[in-house]
């Protein structure tokens, strides 16, 4: 065979070869249709599965729901017995002679000038109280956070430990260390700066140092828990920047602990308003609170219908508070966002 000739057959051949014809062509679509086909459907089948798997649990959640009611049943029943009921008692006390004769007694209470100094005084030291226990929670807080975690374990015990033991002792050993031959006293004259025991009892400023010390522990472990939450890695990220141990505390920390130093606040000024041993026993008369005023109605002057209309008053401002707090923990919550 000539050498053209054999040339352009193998030419041929190998066209016939290199260029698929239309029944290629189909072949070849339709087992890339047949392989999407099959994706699909492995894809449709997973899904399926982790649908059917999230409705087993959802079914497994609507199941539990009565299992769940009936165990937390006797919180309610808790709350009914030595919340509402009291609640309901202080209700018929007051409206025993309908909503008419309870106007007056409520009009009676806000004009009286006792109460009115007392209430205002009970403000005053809650707040006080408030402000030196979040500063000093804080720091706590703050020192325990930055510290090794044998450290933070000791420290967590020596806070939580006054939590178990009884206030009126607590109250009691302040008592002790203030009185005119108590240890302050006596340091402070053995080294001089004294020439006479001084008459600290009995003061409003001793009232405060017994109450910050019982509110402390309500300030450091709302602040100390959001505190663990935070990333160290924004603390090497400001070092990095350029940032001092202050800028990073008051640009970084302190912003992403707001929702903590909330949380304390409230907690403190809340619990702090309804203080009753304390002021009794370091304070006196003279540094009576709205709960002293109360017991004095009812205990010594046997007027139940004034007790329970300052127990309706501070329980109203008390809620009233707490639902400002949460309103605006709300809406820094959205704005946050």
Not at 52 to 74: C, H, M, N, T, W
Not at 266 to 273: A, P
């Amino acid at each position: 065979m000539p050498c053209s000739k054999r040339w352009r057959t193998n030419r041929l051949s190998l066209g016939k070869l290199g260029r698929p014809t239309s029944h290629n062509r189909r072949r070849g679509l339709k087992q890339s249709t047949t392989s999407r086909i099959i994706q699909m459907q492995a894809t449709y089948d997973t899904k399926n599965r982790r649908g059917s798997a999230v409705a087993e649990v959802d079914k497994g959640v609507v199941l539990s729901q009565p299992i769940g009611f009936v165990s937390v049943s006797p919180l309610f029943i808790l709350l009914g017995i030595f919340f509402f009921g009291p609640m309901i008692a202080l209700a018929l006390a007051i409206f025993d002679g309908g909503v008419a004769a309870a106007v007056p007694l409520f009009s009676d209470v806000l004009r009286d000038e006792l109460f009115q100094s007392v209430a205002l005084r009970t403000f005053r030291i809650s707040l006080v109280v408030t402000v030196i226990s979040v500063v000093i929670g804080y720091s706590m807080a703050y020192a325990m956070w930055r510290s090794s975690p044998s450290v933070r374990s000791v420290a967590l015990a020596l806070i939580m430990f006054p939590l178990f033991t009884s206030i009126v002792v607590r109250t009691y050993a302040w008592t002790a260390m203030f009185t005119r031959f108590g240890i302050i006293n006596t340091l402070l004259l053995k080294i001089g700066l004294i020439e006479k025991p001084l008459a600290m009892l009995y003061t409003e400023p001793v009232v405060l140092i017994g109450m910050v010390q019982v509110m402390l522990p309500f300030a450091i472990l709302p602040i100390y828990t959001t505190l663990l939450g935070l990333d160290l890695d924004l603390l090497r990220a400001s070092a990095i920047c350029g940032a001092k141990g202050r800028q990073t505390f008051t640009k970084v920390v302190l912003p992403l602990t707001k929702q903590g130093v909330g949380v304390a606040s409230v907690l403190v000024f809340v619990i702090s308003l309804g203080f009753f041993i304390t002021p009794a026993i370091l304070g006196g008369p003279k540094s009576a609170m709205i709960s002293n005023m109360i017991s004095t109605e009812v205990t010594t002057f046997y007027n139940l219908k004034g007790g329970a209309v300052m127990s309706v008053l501070l329980l109203m401002v008390t809620l009233c508070l707490l639902f400002i707090a949460s309103k605006i923990g709300s809406i820094a919550a959205h704005y946050r966002r």
